[in-house]
């Protein structure tokens, strides 16, 4: 590397100062390329990593070569982990298991109960799906929850919501927090058990708890506001949001997410309508029955079992032996998802109900459709990567960082706080964690902190105040039908709830772990 220097723990000198204000101004130009610009956040990821390689005073021949090398690095890691997790929501969703897993859990509930089944569905159907696909998902549950409660949709979406949004935040192999978890060099293992040691406290809270304060004090000012949904039979339709007024069943509006081209939960890009029109009677095949929620739940918990027991193989097996390499193999990422796609393939492969699947070859064509939804996002992390390459090879990282530790912030704060502003000023999470795990990751080793923690560190703050310039904001409004100040009081208060609780919570567990 050109310059990869640790972070300096001497006095700051000027040019210190420099390179840390480099990396503020970095920051502003992303902001003003993709609010004001309106350049996509791959084309101001690039140009903000370039031009912060020349400003820094790198050798011009040095700076796309460390932009390369960015990219490189980080995708060597996580692209086939990305593609195959998506393969594995697609299989759990167009097979109809994510439906039936929400089934089970609300009918088998008592009314006060129901909180908690929603949220627990959000955290399972979430841990392999992408934010949107798990909530058109769960709508058609939503809406019959509704119904049988008589309480708005929103707030009894809220459960559903936070465990969605909280396993996107913190949970590998969602997109972001791969990303986190790569530039940090954290084990995944380990990321995902901290990671619901603090999700599932912090989704508590902004999920279930706000609901029954939203519900015991603001339930009149959503009173025949905000349903959003018509509910008939056992389907149900959305107005306004691009559904089509022609789905009639909840079997058909299961499909919804596969009708679509829905980008994560980076909140970058606007999510497109969605048109759907049934096929007439006679020429509609019958689909098959869809997955049991036994056999979703276990390809959903499949991979992370096994990339778990790669995390502890030392405590499982001698270290050295056979056993143990053979727990580490199978328990990495790569591994064990590519195992958990195969086991889908023979276990859900045979209900899919799009009813254009059938057979190998349907199989096979599905596969190569699973993977379109996050060429967006692979392409925003390749060049988050390459920033991330800038930020380290200048030392523009590891001035800022200095400084900070100057004075005296505490590394998972300053984590918190980077991804925070981020997010708040761009509206996009994914982009927040990149800006702040670039930052951070070339003196990751230096902070006296467990990598997994600053993962979820910068997960939480990702997520704060969800406010008008993130398209995800639009799209629960849409989908709810809520007045703007609604959706402030509700989907925006949840997630900064949810990112204070995240913080809160790692921190706990922080001076647990010391």
């Not at 406010?467 to 609604?486: A, R, T």
Request: include cysteine.
């Amino acid at each position: 590397m050109w310059n990869n220097l640790p972070v300096p723990l001497a006095a700051a000198t000027a040019h210190d100062y420099y390179l840390a204000a480099c990396a503020a101004a970095t920051v502003l130009l992303l902001l003003l390329l993709i609010a004001r610009v309106r350049l996509h956040p791959a084309l101001a990821l690039c140009i903000a990593g370039l031009t912060l390689g020349v400003a820094s005073g790198m050798p011009l021949g040095q700076v796309p070569l460390s932009f390369a090398t960015g990219v490189g690095n980080l995708m060597g890691h996580i692209a086939i982990v990305l593609a195959l997790g998506a393969v594995l929501g697609r299989l759990v969703a167009s097979s109809g298991g994510a439906s039936s897993l929400g089934k089970i859990l609300v009918e088998g509930c008592h009314p006060q109960g129901l909180p908690w089944a929603m949220l627990g569905l959000g955290i399972l159907v979430g841990m392999p799906v992408f934010f949107e696909v798990g909530l058109v998902l769960l709508l058609p549950i939503v809406a019959e929850t509704a119904r049988r409660s008589g309480k708005p949709p929103i707030l009894v979406a809220l459960p559903v919501l936070a465990g969605l949004s909280i396993v996107h935040a913190v949970l590998p192999p969602h997109p972001a927090a791969m990303l986190a978890a790569t530039a940090f060099h954290a084990d995944l293992g380990r990321t995902m058990l901290w990671g619901l040691a603090v999700g599932l406290p912090a989704a508590a809270l902004a999920g279930p708890g706000l609901g029954w304060f939203l519900g015991r004090f603001w339930a009149g000012s959503f009173r025949g506001k905000g349903t959003g949904f018509s509910v008939k039979g056992t389907g149900f339709s959305v107005k306004g949001t691009g559904f089509s007024p022609y789905i009639k069943t909840a079997q058909e509006s299961r499909a919804l997410a596969l009708e679509g081209d829905f980008p994560v939960h980076s909140h970058s890009v606007p999510l497109p309508r969605i048109e759907i029109h049934d096929a007439p009677e006679s020429n509609r095949e019958s689909p098959p029955a869809p997955a049991g929620p036994i056999r979703a739940a276990a390809a959903i918990l499949l991979p992370v079992a096994l990339i778990c027991l790669g995390s502890w193989a030392d405590a499982v097996a001698a270290p050295g032996g056979v056993a143990n390499q053979i727990l580490r193999f199978v328990g990495s990422p790569e591994t064990a998802l590519l195992i958990a796609v195969l086991a889908a393939l023979l276990t859900l492969g045979p209900h899919i109900q799009t009813g254009k699947i059938n057979g190998p070859e349907g199989l096979r064509k599905l596969t190569g459709e699973s993977f379109e939804p996050i060429a967006n996002v692979l392409v925003i992390l390749a060049a988050a990567g390459g920033l991330s390459g800038i930020l380290r090879d200048s030392g523009a990282a590891q001035a800022t960082v200095a400084l900070a530790l100057g004075a005296h912030m505490p590394p998972l704060v300053l984590a918190w706080l980077l991804a925070a502003v981020v997010r708040v000023s761009m509206g996009s999470s994914t982009v927040a964690m990149a800006v702040a795990a670039g930052i951070l990751a070339p003196m990751a080793g230096h902070l006296g902190v467990r990598p997994e923690l600053l993962v979820l560190a910068t997960g939480t703050g990702s997520i704060i105040l969800s406010h008008v310039n993130d398209p995800g904001f639009w799209m629960i409004q849409s989908f709810f039908k809520l007045e703007l100040k609604e959706t402030l009081a509700t989907w925006t208060v949840l997630e900064t709830v949810l990112s204070v609780a995240g913080l809160g919570m790692t921190l706990a567990l922080a001076a647990v772990l010391r």
